[in-house]
């Protein structure tokens, strides 16, 4: 994967996964680091044809299919749908990919989950290596949201998403009563989320008596609180 990731333009570089699916560890890394200390000069490192790389499957190009079973996974683990679809045709969202892939199937899981009153910012939605409306594209800082939260006023919008522009990094902002917005927090998050997972359980019914949470030991105590208040375990 050819990213920035949530970082400036000048951290542009690329990410290799294993075959289990996860980031190359660091021993790994270290010996792909080993082998490009050893290139002189990257203009004479000769380029395979692609065709034969098709041919030999060394390479492979994923296709619509892939996306389909993706976002058909994401309806499907979709919680207490029954509310989803009550209040999705009347929350408004505003939505940016910050220049980067979430624009590919951000959108559509939006829309395949139940929520039909979204804006997109069409100035974000536009893939730019160069990150041109924003400096320093983390949907954890304020500054990402600027142009988001101008749409939000303008629109009336309740909730704010943005993703960085890999789309492994998502932030929110919700309006006050004031009209302006505040952004939550990495915990704050969470602990929305644990919340409406837990409650939407107990509701069904099918919230199991040993029930327990996992969090990172990076994370806050929040979500540990959120989870005591439903008798929930959590393990760090």
């Known amino acids: 994967m050819i990213t920035a990731s949530h970082n400036p333009k ?3 570089g690329y990410k290799i996964y294993g075959e289990d699916g996860g980031q190359m560890p660091p021993k790994e890394s270290d010996l792909i680091t080993s082998y490009i200390r050893k290139v002189d000069d990257v203009f004479a490192i000769a380029v395979a044809d692609e065709q034969q790389l098709l041919a ?8 619509d299919d892939v996306d389909q079973d993706y976002l058909a996974k994401v309806k499907e683990v979709t919680i207490n749908q029954k509310l989803v679809d009550e209040v999705g045709k009347d929350m408004k ?5 910050l220049h980067g892939t979430g624009r590919m199937l951000g959108e559509k899981a939006l829309k ?3 929520f039909k009153n979204f804006s997109v910012v069409k100035e974000q939605a536009v893939a730019d290596p160069e990150f041109s409306t924003v400096k320093f594209p983390n949907p954890e800082f304020p500054e990402a949201f600027k142009m988001a939260i101008d749409l939000g006023k303008k629109e009336g919008a309740d909730v ?3 993703v960085d522009p890999d789309a492994d990094r998502l932030g929110t902002a919700v309006r006050q009563p004031n009209g302006e917005y505040v952004l939550l927090t990495g915990n704050q998050i969470a602990a929305v989320l644990l919340h409406y997972i837990l409650q939407a359980n107990k509701d069904a019914g099918t919230l199991p008596t040993n029930a327990a949470a996992v969090k990172s030991i990076v994370s806050s105590e929040f979500a540990t609180k959120v989870a005591a ?6 393990i760090n």
């Open 10 to 12: 000048q951290y542009n």
């Open 56 to 63: 030999d499957k060394t390479e492979t190009i994923i296709g």
């Open 93 to 97: 969202l505003v939505f940016t990919p």
């Open 112 to 114: 395949n989950a139940g």
């Open 160 to 162: 704010l998403i943005a």
């Open 229 to 234: 208040s439903y008798g929930v375990t959590m």
